[in-house]
């Protein structure tokens, strides 16, 4: 019998085996969760990322998340995760990836720092500045709540004194914008330390948003 969800849930195993390697996550921590219809691929809670295979990734109902496949709990997360979803789903998105990285954190941990700003034009990537969350307890229904308020038109969201979260239509693309919105985190960090970082303007990056909806570019069929 195929596993329900056999390709979300390799993928899932793929990305958790970087998580730590690239520097988004120390240990358990953070999950990764990725949509298919009326159902969601979800890391289980607690699990080291070097024992998970696809048959231990949950897959739960996006509608309650109640759990339909796969014998162990769901990341204590999972309200979060279906949040974020229910958040994005105009801009078409099925990945979640969310992450204690080092900057990602430590900017959201700043007393007076509620956005990670426009300083760099990569914001325009998440739909502009990406909004800081006040803390809320790992887990709570109010946790899952401010980052729903905090992705109002944006893929990412950094949540106070815990990590980042970041969503894209799939779910490489989720990992990657996760990489980069550390990077970001950590320039505006540097830039803070050593002086008072330039913003750019509201227009500037509605420029770059314009151009991001035409760039990149796709490999051409191999010839022969
Ligand atoms: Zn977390």
Avoid at 137 to 165: I, Q
């Amino acid at each position: 019998m195929p596993l329900l969800l056999e390709d979300e849930r390799t993928q899932i195993v793929d990305v958790c085996r970087r998580l730590t390697p690239d520097g988004l996550v120390i240990g358990t921590a953070g999950n990764v969760s990725l949509r298919r219809d009326d159902l969601l691929a979800v890391t289980p809670s607690g699990l080291p990322y070097d024992d998970l295979r696809p048959d231990l990734v949950c897959v739960v109902r996006v509608a309650d998340g109640e759990v339909v496949d796969g014998p162990l709990a769901p990341a204590s997360e999972l309200g979060l995760h279906l949040a974020a979803l229910r958040a994005t789903r105009k801009a078409g998105a099925n990945a979640v990836v969310h992450t204690h990285s080092r900057a990602a954190t430590a900017l959201a941990s700043l007393q007076g720092v509620d956005e990670l700003p426009a300083m760099h034009y990569y914001v325009a990537m998440f739909g502009g500045p990406v909004r800081v969350t006040p803390y809320h307890r790992y887990g709570t229904p109010e946790l899952a709540a401010a980052v729903e308020a905090a992705l109002a038109g944006r893929t990412a969201a950094l949540m106070g004194n815990h990590g980042a979260v970041v969503v894209a239509a799939d779910l490489p693309t989720a990992y990657e914008k996760a990489l980069q919105l550390e990077g970001l985190c950590d320039s505006y960090l540097r830039a803070l330390a050593a002086g008072t970082p330039r913003i750019l303007t509201q227009d500037d990056i509605a420029q770059v948003v314009q151009g991001l909806k035409s760039y990149g570019q796709s490999a051409p069929p191999a010839q022969g």
